[in-house]
């Protein structure tokens, strides 16, 4: 992966700006504590102003697709915490691979998707539901799809430590939220576990056809070639505006300086924390690949 690349591991690489994951959690997390403030002092609800309800998307309040994603129960400290603990160690291992915006995309679409599947079952039997889960669940499908079989060690109710494959989580994750959709949320009935079932299966769904329909595809075609081949004015346009590389490559006479190859490195990473390590062109990775030793010698 990514972060195993000699690369990025250099002291002068991999430590750029605050990635969107730490803003992310950040956000949820402030969040959470404004739900306590409010609650505690003011005796004000923010999930009542935020979340999402039925009554709220009959009103119009559309938002609420994407604000109840960062609302937690104030009366439940293991709903945030399971959340934000997901969400850290699923998005270190996959915002270097999908890149800050896809990861963001992935993320927030996951959670619009599970609130649509929660309010399309719940349209006549009411409620509201607050919590990220819909997105880190999402997470985890990619992860799962990309890691199969990579063992993963788990805090069993965050004491006992149990090691899994991550294909057998996300299907057994899968499971329970069938059973319970099925057996529960879609008869009117309040699920045992106290989960959204169905906004968890919209964020499964999301994150599937993310990884087979986005993510694979790019790897599968690194250059994003096109069947139909793109009008020559479009070309065009595209090409002057890629900016041109830091230096050329066998050009005499002027020799490959040390500041030529951390910039044209630096473009590359910056390319790579925008879209992900896939958008990459094959030479764009060997010249990653050579970085290393090409700044040692000089």
């Known amino acids: 992966m990514l972060s ?18 730490t803003w992310l959690i950040c956000a949820i997390a402030a969040t959470f504590i404004l739900q306590h403030v409010f609650w505690r002092w003011f005796g004000l609800r923010l999930d009542l102003l935020f979340e999402l309800s039925i009554p709220a998307v009959k009103s119009g309040q559309v938002w ?11 009366a439940n400290f293991f709903h945030i915490l399971g959340n934000l603990l997901g969400l850290f160690f699923l998005g270190r291992e996959l915002l270097p691979h999908l890149g800050s915006r896809r990861f963001l995309g992935l993320f927030f679409g996951a959670v619009a998707a599970g609130g649509l599947l929660w309010t399309a079952t ?36 965050f004491v006992l430590p149990v090691t899994l494959k991550p294909k057998w989580i996300a299907i057994s994750v899968l499971v329970i939220d069938l059973c319970g959709f099925l057996f529960y949320e879609a008869m009117g009935g ?51 505006a890629t900016p041109p590389p830091a230096y050329k490559v066998n050009v005499e006479p002027q020799p490959v300086t040390r500041a030529d190859i951390r910039a044209e490195v630096d473009r590359i990473l910056d ?12 030479a764009e990775k060997r010249l990653l690949d050579d970085a290393k030793d090409a700044l040692s010698r000089h």
């Open 64 to 74: 609420t697709f994407i604000t109840y994603g960062f609302l937690h129960s104030p």
């Open 190 to 240: 309040i699920s045992p576990m106290g989960f959204a079932h169905s906004a968890h299966l919209g964020g499964m769904a999301v994150g599937w056809l993310f990884y087979r329909y986005v993510h694979e595809r790019e790897w599968q075609n690194p250059d994003r070639s096109t069947a139909v081949e793109l009008p020559r004015w479009f070309q065009r346009k595209r090409q002057a």
């Open 122 to 157: 719940n349209w006549s039997h009411g409620g509201a539901v607050i919590g990220a889960s819909a997105g880190v669940i999402a997470l985890l499908v990619v992860f799962a799809c990309m890691n199969p079989n990579q063992p993963i060690t788990l805090l069993l109710f």
């Open 4 to 21: 195993e690349r000699s690369y990025m591991r250099d002291s002068g690489y991999g430590h750029r700006s605050t990635s969107v994951l």
């Open 271 to 282: 390319k790579i924390n925008s879209d992900g390590f896939g958008s990459l062109t094959p």
